[in-house]
Structures are given as structure tokens and as C-alpha cells.
């Protein structure tokens, strides 16, 4: 079912069990707007489905967040003109020549082209005969900087951010609604053998994410979250852990050195984000 989380902006929950995005509607008075189109085509049916329950204008366009397979397998299913970064639409191109059965899924992972991270996820979204029907769909617009969407009383503005997890991974600011979908450009690089983060690019970008006058922020696999609620998170564990690595740390030195400073040892998120700044660095 679709949630609301303001006035004009739906959401349909995330699903941990199969790497399922949060995907959403942003409504104005005469057009609307779909954010991401989900890790299948059933996952974007069934959100279609949901949002034709709804007294709001039918869907005008899609944006596309950034290229993971998660976020673009049910770009066909939408059917609606979608738009994208320049660099989403390069890595479209070269997914639209992958096949999706078993096997060159797990030859992709041990080429290391496809992510190890994802194989498991790929396998159990979608019946491999599902995956063999699979077309990926191009975007229809591209854009490199920022680009504004009219809705009709609301307004999207879709900005290029970066960022260690996608290099054309955007933002979707909400001015009216005071929200920013920031997807998943917080988080990690997952196509590097290990987890990584660079303090190079995630820190700069925490301060532009942080910097929008906004007071929600919805990130693609969590619940959406205050401003504040991102803050704590992002300034006082991930840019604290990353604080204590330095260039040139082992695991059990940058462990060490956290035990030092809290007196306490890692639990298991903080261990993660030490080993993927020691990656990053």
C-alpha cells in the first residue's frame, strides 16, 4: 500500500528481503511525478496499481535516481517518459546488452563486473525466467547538472550529487513539501570486493545533503527520516568512525583506535564502517 508522507508525496515501503527501493509519487495540480522504477517489473505493477487508487493526476513522468538494477528493472513497466542522468543513461546502455539468466549473473560477479552484493538479491526478485524477458528500457531524457520539473504548484528539481555509492546518482528536492529523496548516494561504493567509502567524496556531500532546508529525507531501503534523524547518524557515527582511520590502518589498528577513543568496542555497524574507510582510503 502507499503511504503518505505529506500532502503531495506518496510512498510505497522498501522490502530488505529482495533489495526492494522505496518508490514514490509526487503529486502537483496537473502532472505528477514517479521517483524510480523498482527492482522488477512486478514491483513496478504493483506500485501502478496502488496509485491508480488515488484521486491525483495520472503519472506525467519518471525519474530515475541513479542506474542499480534495483532502481531501473521496471522502467519498461512504467511506461512513462523517463528522465535520468547523463551517466545513468551510459550504464543503461551497457546493462541493456547483459542476459539476466543464472548463469551470467554469477559470471558477471566473478568477472567482477556485477556486485557480489547484489547477486543473491538479483536471484530472488525475479524467476529466472522472468529475468530472461527482461528488457531495460533507455531513459528518454538525459540531463548533467540540474533540471526543474513544474507539477503544477509543486516543483522537482533533480540535481547530480555523485557520490562513492553511483557516480550519477541525483537528488530530488521538494521545495513545498520540504522534502529531499536522496535514494541510496549516502551510502556505500557495493561494486568494490569490499564495502567502500571515501572521506573524499562522502564527506562533502553529508554537508550539501545536510545544507537543504528541508524537514524529510527519503533514502531508498530505510524508513524516511527527519532532519535530525539523518544528522546523528551521518555527522556523529559515519564522519566520527571516519575520523579515526587513517592512511594506512589494518582493521585491528583502526579497531584499536576506537576502542581508545569510546572506551568500548565496535558493534557491528561500526566495525563496517571502519573496514570501508580503511577500503576508501
Known sequence: ML????KNI???DFNQETDQPILLLVVGKEKSLVIDAGNSPKH???FLEEVRQLNVPNPSYLAITHWHWD??????????PTISHDMTKEKLEEMSRFEWDDKSIIERVQAGIESEFC????LRAMTEDERKQLKIQLPDMTFSGKLTIDLGGVTCILEHVGGDHAPD????HVPEERVLVISDCLWVDIYERSFKYSKENIYPLIDKILSYDVDYYVSSHINPETKQQLADYYL??????????ESNDTEQQAIQKFVNHYNRK???DERFLLKAFIKGI
Do not use: C, R, W
Open 266 to 268: 565496535p558493534n557491528e
Open 71 to 80: 532502481h531501473v528493472f521496471g522502467i519498461e513497466t512504467m511506461n512513462l
Open 44 to 46: 513496478a505493477g504493483k
Open 169 to 172: 546518482s541525483i537528488v530530488i
Open 236 to 245: 556523529d557515527v559515519v564522519k566520527a568512525i571516519g575520523d579515526l582511520v
Open 10 to 12: 506518496y510512498y510505497m
Open 119 to 122: 547477486q543473491d538479491y538479483l
Open 3 to 6: 503511504h503518505t508522507l505529506t
